[in-house]
């Protein structure tokens, strides 16, 4: 009998979200909501888990760690609809294009061992040869590729990246037929194709598949559990993705992931990013800091862009280098302070707007960038 009227409970509230659920509520919403933090929270972290629970988040993990020790917290909703699934400090999150710091420091490694030059053109490395529709085209450098300024622009040819069936990195001599936006060098605009250009490089210069090189150099030392995010990988310990206004969104997963290995197919928690991010602070601490460009100013955010992260500092802040992430119901962020502290954020749902990630930036450098 007991478990006949849970069963009957169970059907009523499955009857209730299928006949009134528009988006707006779901049963969860009715329950308190789940938190779980691997150490008691300190004063820092109570306040960053307020903030990032105001801006609306139905799930999200922040991973701080310092040279005294890691605090990891999980926060809301993994699934949102009946029966509702709590965000564990294993939850997985697609990590979006905060993959392209890994894509710049492959990149910087081949500098580093003298294979390949900043100014170095990418038809050369890549081999291409022939006419180009655009002689652009054969004029566009490594350190621009890295600076979101080759001349791509998907606010006026769309991003190939985003489609069903991108050409990069798959069919490279589509490239010949692509025409730019403005001359390599002239600006910045930035560009998903641009580091899918530059994991072929990756992967031509090492003779090996991107994820591979990722893993060999970066993951593997690091002691992180990273994943291609593909349709084999997708599973129970994976967040579902909300729309800012509460609606459940399948378009991430309908990506090409295997396209986007240098660009932003990868997931995996707050715990393990936050173990590559450390692991890169302490041996890469060079190539994360450098960054060129005479009109940054770093009281603003996005306006010093590196070859591997942003550059931000203000008064009485430690300066934060940092990288951010999106896509539709996915917001990512990391970013290592001046002091060798180090933050990671995942959220299952993103801001709307031309900047969708700049108030959870703007929260986690006033919390944990205080001087």
Not at 146 to 155: E, M, V
């Amino acid at each position: 009998m007991r478990y006949k009227s849970i069963l009957i409970i169970s059907c009523i509230f499955l009857i209730i979200e299928a006949v009134a659920f528009d988006g707006e509520w779901y049963f969860s919403d009715v329950l308190p909501r789940p938190q779980v933090c691997s150490a008691p929270p300190d004063s820092r972290m109570k306040l960053a888990l307020s903030g990032l629970r105001g801006l609306g988040f139905p799930g999200f993990q922040i991973a701080y760690a310092t040279r005294g020790g890691s605090l990891d917290c999980a926060d809301g909703w993994s699934r949102k609809e009946f029966p509702a699934k709590a965000v564990e400090l294993n939850t997985t999150f697609r990590l979006a294009s905060v993959s392209k710091a890994i894509t710049s420091l492959a990149i910087l490694d081949l500098v580093q061992r003298k294979l390949i030059r900043l100014d170095d053109k990418l038809v050369d490395l890549l081999g291409m040869q022939g006419d180009f529709q655009d002689d652009r085209i054969r004029l566009i450098t490594i350190r621009e590729l890295l600076l979101h300024s080759a001349g791509f622009d998907r606010r006026i040819s769309g991003d190939p990246m985003m489609s069903p069936k991108p050409w990069c990195p798959r069919d490279l001599q589509m490239l010949k037929s692509v025409r730019l936006a403005f001359d390599p060098g002239s600006r910045y605009v930035y560009s998903n194709v641009g580091y899918c250009l530059l994991g072929a490089v990756v992967a031509r210069l090492n003779n090996a598949p991107v994820d591979e090189v990722f893993q060999r150099l970066f993951f593997h030392p690091s002691g992180a559990s990273l994943f291609m995010v593909n349709e084999d990988v997708k599973g129970n310990s994976e967040v579902s993705s909300y729309s800012a206004q509460g609606h459940a969104l399948n378009y991430v997963d309908n990506l090409d992931y295997a396209s986007l290995v240098a660009v932003g197919g990868w997931g995996g928690s707050a715990s393990d990013l936050n173990k590559v991010l450390l692991y890169l602070a302490a041996n890469y601490t060079d190539r994360l800091r450098s960054y060129e460009g005479s009109n940054c100013m770093p009281q603003e955010l996005y306006s010093c862009h590196g070859f591997v992260l942003y550059f931000s500092q203000r008064k009485g802040r430690k300066a934060m280098y940092w990288r951010d992430g999106s896509l539709p119901g996915v917001t990512t962020f990391v970013g290592v302070f001046s002091d060798g502290s180090s933050i990671v954020f995942l959220g299952n749902s993103r801001e709307d707007g031309e900047r969708p990630n700049s108030k959870v930036i703007e929260l986690l450098y006033r919390v944990f960038g205080e001087e």
